[in-house]
């Protein structure tokens, strides 16, 4: 394992063991890497990882903190819901709302690139981290023996874990889109939020190998609560 892996790692626990609090000033790269006999480059290395996965946050002339209520989803790697909270040192948690097989409608079809009428698992979950509700996702999949997943806890387990190391089904790539909106009646209570707050709605397409569409997924993310992050670099246009 890369040092700075290991180093995320041991800054993640502190967060885990309760010794680190949200708000709390992080130790500078010169601290870290005295305490762990390692490069600044690698303690920057790992710091910069965590501020891009949301676990800290930077304050110029301040220094690094660890980030409070707001989860950040980052951009640039494709990751799930329990994999984004857990890396955050919180507990994710699933509500299964319904799972049910039903036919593809036809916006759904042309993004899973089936027919319409197509049975598809249609899977309703109610996403909590430390017991708080964070998010609504409404996934539709669509691959050979789909229906199998009617088998399957999603309570107990991450969907992409079930579909990458159950059913070998590798997650390769996804576009995603947001949409800033208003919380309606029914998704605020499940939300616990007040109708008409602020919400996000995003809608996800995942791909499996040879660029298959799996996963077709609406969700609706408390606005107040959530911030996406991504890392844009400027395309070289002219060589120097
Ligand atoms: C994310 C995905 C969702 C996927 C879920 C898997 C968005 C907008 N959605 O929340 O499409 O189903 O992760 O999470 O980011 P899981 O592996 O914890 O079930």
């Given at each position: 394992m890369p040092r700075y892996h290991q180093l995320k790692e041991i800054l993640r626990e502190r967060i885990r063991s309760g010794e680190w609090k949200p708000g709390d000033l992080i130790p500078s790269e010169r601290e870290l890497s005295e305490t762990y006999r390692i490069s600044r480059m690698t303690a920057r290395q790992a710091i910069t990882d965590l501020v891009n996965e949301g676990v800290f946050y930077r304050e110029q002339g301040r220094g690094t903190f660890v980030s409070r209520n707001k989860i950040t989803q980052q951009l640039i790697k494709l990751t799930g819901f329990t994999e984004d909270i857990s890396a955050r040192g919180q507990h994710p948690s699933t509500q299964v709302l319904s799972a049910e097989m039903l036919p593809a409608d036809e916006f759904t079809a042309e993004r899973l690139r089936i027919t319409p009428g197509e049975l598809i698992f249609c899977l309703q979950r109610l996403r909590l981290a430390d017991g708080e509700p964070l998010a609504i996702e409404f996934s539709h999949l669509s691959f050979?023996?789909?229906?199998?997943?009617?088998?399957?806890n999603l309570e107990q387990q991450s969907l992409y874990g079930v579909l990458e190391s159950?059913?070998?089904?590798p997650l390769m790539e996804a576009e995603q889109e947001l949409e800033a909106g208003l919380a309606g009646a029914e998704e605020a209570a499940l939300l616990k939020i007040a109708p008409g707050a602020s919400v996000l709605f995003t809608r996800r397409t995942t791909y499996t190998d040879?660029?298959?569409?799996i996963e077709y997924a609406k969700s609706v993310y408390c606005g107040a609560k959530y911030i996406f992050y991504t890392h844009l670099k400027r395309e070289q246009l002219f060589s120097s």
């Amino acid at each position: 394992m890369p040092r700075y892996h290991q180093l995320k790692e041991i800054l993640r626990e502190r967060i885990r063991s309760g010794e680190w609090k949200p708000g709390d000033l992080i130790p500078s790269e010169r601290e870290l890497s005295e305490t762990y006999r390692i490069s600044r480059m690698t303690a920057r290395q790992a710091i910069t990882d965590l501020v891009n996965e949301g676990v800290f946050y930077r304050e110029q002339g301040r220094g690094t903190f660890v980030s409070r209520n707001k989860i950040t989803q980052q951009l640039i790697k494709l990751t799930g819901f329990t994999e984004d909270i857990s890396a955050r040192g919180q507990h994710p948690s699933t509500q299964v709302l319904s799972a049910e097989m039903l036919p593809a409608d036809e916006f759904t079809a042309e993004r899973l690139r089936i027919t319409p009428g197509e049975l598809i698992f249609c899977l309703q979950r109610l996403r909590l981290a430390d017991g708080e509700p964070l998010a609504i996702e409404f996934s539709h999949l669509s691959f050979k023996g789909c229906e199998r997943l009617l088998q399957e806890n999603l309570e107990q387990q991450s969907l992409y874990g079930v579909l990458e190391s159950k059913f070998g089904l590798p997650l390769m790539e996804a576009e995603q889109e947001l949409e800033a909106g208003l919380a309606g009646a029914e998704e605020a209570a499940l939300l616990k939020i007040a109708p008409g707050a602020s919400v996000l709605f995003t809608r996800r397409t995942t791909y499996t190998d040879r660029n298959q569409p799996i996963e077709y997924a609406k969700s609706v993310y408390c606005g107040a609560k959530y911030i996406f992050y991504t890392h844009l670099k400027r395309e070289q246009l002219f060589s120097s």
